[in-house]
């Protein structure tokens, strides 16, 4: 058996649990947007401040929220608010200030934080949901 199936699941038990409510999935899609923003503005310093260990640990916490965004939502749209609200603030702190000031360095750790956190985005974008739709299509269950 493979170890993952054991922490994630297999495709057959996410399609098989049910989806929550149309309201409870709307206000995890909000929760878990401000996870990603304040995810976002902690792992921007955490990174910074414990090289190479604070980028680990500011990945880690870019995983826990998308994947805990998927889980929660069941859709991949839990996982889209985490990653909108982590990019936004990614977009702003990026951005150099006219006083010639800046959060995010172009040092090899910012870099490796905002290359690492798409990659795991994608990653868990990969996995599969309890979402009935696909591509807007109803999916025929048996």
Same mark, same amino acid.
């Given at each position: 058996?493979?170890p993952?199936?054991?922490?994630?699941g297999t495709r057959?038990?996410?399609?098989?649990?049910?989806?929550?409510?149309?309201?409870?999935?709307? *206000?995890c899609?909000? +929760? +878990?947007?401000v996870l990603g923003?304040?995810?976002?503005?902690?792992?921007?310093? +955490?990174?910074?401040?414990?090289?190479?260990?604070?980028?680990? %640990?500011?990945?880690?916490?870019?995983? *826990?929220?998308f994947?805990?965004g998927v $889980?929660? @939502?069941?859709?991949?749209?839990g996982?889209?608010a985490?990653?909108v609200?982590w990019?936004? +603030?990614?977009?702003?702190?990026?951005?150099p $200030?006219p006083?010639?000031d800046?959060? %995010? @360095?172009a040092?090899?750790?910012?870099y490796a934080y905002?290359?690492?956190?798409l990659?795991?985005?994608l990653?868990?974008?990969?996995?599969?949901?309890?979402s009935p739709y *696909?591509?807007g299509?109803p $999916?025929? $269950?048996?």
């Open positions: 058996m493979n993952l199936h054991s922490l994630l057959a038990q996410r399609l098989a649990e049910p989806l929550p409510a149309r309201r409870l999935r709307i *206000a899609y909000v +929760v +878990v947007f923003v304040l995810d976002a503005l902690c792992g921007c310093f +955490v990174q910074a401040l414990w090289s190479p260990w604070g980028l680990l %640990l500011a990945l880690a916490g870019n995983a *826990a929220v994947y805990g $889980r929660v @939502s069941g859709t991949k749209l996982l889209a985490g990653l609200g990019l936004l +603030v990614m977009f702003v702190l990026l951005a $200030r006083e010639g800046f959060v %995010l @360095s040092a090899a750790t910012s905002l290359l690492g956190g990659a795991i985005g990653g868990v974008g990969l996995l599969p949901t309890r *696909a591509f299509i $999916r025929q $269950r048996d």
